[in-house]
Every structure is written in structure tokens, then in C-alpha cells.
């Protein structure tokens, strides 16, 4: 069980767009401002899409954007595409005993 | 361009050890922390362990402290992880990764090895 709560999936249609939820669940995890999102296509290693909750990376689509409320950050992906087809994780620091957690990430089907 | 290639995976028996390393290029490997994150089949992804740039500063995952060691040669621009005790739950796909910053922990992602712990 992660400290750190996603859907287990969400889909939507080309042109369209999705939000995904990644939420603190234990008191060790507290979100700040340090969220950060990977995408993750089918036996390819993960790449960083959303850093310091709301920061995308040089080359990364401004159709990907981060947000934050209270204990909850989320990814919105807006205009979707065939190729935004992955698995999406959250991530953030959880203290000086769990140090990093990433939330059991979520499928994204674009229908 | 970043470029971080992991070798080392393999098939081991419960029980046994197994050395992974993580070869780096296209950085200066001495500024930046490191990561090992790994990925069992089909599962998500679970941090494993961290380095600070100079190998002063260490931390692991509750599922492996004590088990593994997570070290570096600045001078051979190279990571490592040796692990230990290896257990069936230790089996996934191992990814070296970089850290830009404290802000932005996990940058620049290797291909992974597979680590199989099986009898």
C-alpha cells in the first residue's frame, strides 16, 4: 500500500482532456511543492513530465500541467493524444524516514 | 546528453548476492546525487536508495536497509549496488537514476537491468 494514492486508471478521448489525483494518505506524507510526475510508456524507463508540482522539464509538452490543494497534487493533461498512452506516477519526499515515495500509478487509455 | 547504462542484473538464488553497476556519460558525475529505483513486473515503482554527489550521505528504503549498499567512484564516473539476502521480492528491473536536484530527484533515467531472485 503506497503512501501516496492514485486511480488505478483513467481514460478519455482524443482531444479531450484528463486529470489524475496522486493523495497523502499517512501523516509521514505531506505534500508540498515538491511533487513531481513520470510517464511511463510499456517497457521503457520513466521520464520526468512535472516537477516541483507545477514545473515541466525543457521538452515536455505544455499540454501537461501540475497543481496542487491541500494534500493532493494532480496532473491534468490536456488535447490528448494516442502517444499520452502510459502509465503516470507521482512523486514526493516523505521525511527523514520514508525519504522518497511514489504512488502505485495510474494507466491512462486514450479510447 | 545524459546517458546512464546499468549491467549487473541476472538470475540468483534466495538467499545470495548479486552487484549491479551503472556506467554515467554526458555529466560531470562527481556534482550530482544518485538513485537506484526499481520496478517489479508489473508493478509500480518504489525508490531503493540514495547517494549525495561526493558518497557522504547514504539512504535506503525500509525494504532494504541492511541488505544493500548503494556506493560510487567519482573517478570511474560509475554507480553501484551491491545487494545481499537477496529475497523473491527483490526481483525487478533496477534503474540508475539522476538527481538535478533536491527539487528534482529523480532527472535522468537509465534502461534498467533485471534482477530475477529465484531458485
Known amino acids: 500500500q503506497s503512501a501516496l494514492t492514485q486511480p488505478a486508471s483513467v481514460s478519455a478521448s482524443p482531444g479531450q482532456s484528463v486529470t489524475i489525483s496522486c493523495t497523502g494518505t499517512?501523516?509521514?506524507?505531506?505534500?508540498?511543492?515538491?511533487v513531481s510526475w513520470y510517464q511511463q510508456h510499456p517497457g521503457k524507463a520513466p521520464k520526468v513530465v512535472i516537477y516541483?508540482?507545477?514545473k515541466r522539464p525543457s521538452g515536455i509538452s505544455n499540454r501537461f500541467s501540475g497543481s496542487q490543494s491541500g494534500n493532493t497534487a494532480s496532473l491534468t493533461i490536456s488535447g490528448l493524444q494516442a502517444e499520452d498512452e502510459a502509465d503516470y506516477y507521482c512523486c514526493a519526499h516523505a521525511g527523514s524516514r520514508l525519504h522518497w515515495v511514489f504512488g502505485g500509478g495510474t494507466g491512462l487509455t486514450v479510447l | 546528453q545524459v546517458h546512464l547504462v546499468e549491467s549487473g542484473g541476472g538470475v540468483v538464488q534466495p538467499g545470495g548476492s548479486l552487484g549491479l553497476s551503472c556506467a554515467a556519460s554526458g555529466f560531470t558525475f562527481s556534482n550530482y546525487p544518485m538513485h537506484w529505483v526499481r520496478q517489479a513486473p508489473g508493478k509500480g515503482l518504489e525508490w531503493v536508495a540514495f547517494?549525495?554527489?561526493?558518497?557522504?550521505?547514504?539512504y535506503y528504503s525500509e525494504s532494504v536497509q541492511g541488505r544493500f549498499t548503494i556506493s560510487r567512484d567519482n573517478s570511474k564516473n560509475t554507480l553501484y549496488l551491491q545487494m545481499s539476502s537477496l529475497r523473491s521480492d527483490d526481483t525487478a528491473v533496477y534503474y540508475c537514476?539522476?538527481?538535478?536536484?533536491?527539487?528534482?530527484?529523480?532527472?535522468?533515467w537509465g534502461q534498467g537491468t533485471l534482477v530475477t531472485v529465484s531458485s
Open positions: 537514476v539522476q538527481e538535478y536536484s533536491s527539487r528534482r530527484p529523480f532527472e535522468f
Open positions: 547517494i549525495q554527489y561526493d558518497g557522504s550521505l547514504t
Open positions: 516541483e508540482g507545477t
Open positions: 499517512s501523516s509521514d506524507v505531506v505534500i508540498y511543492n515538491v
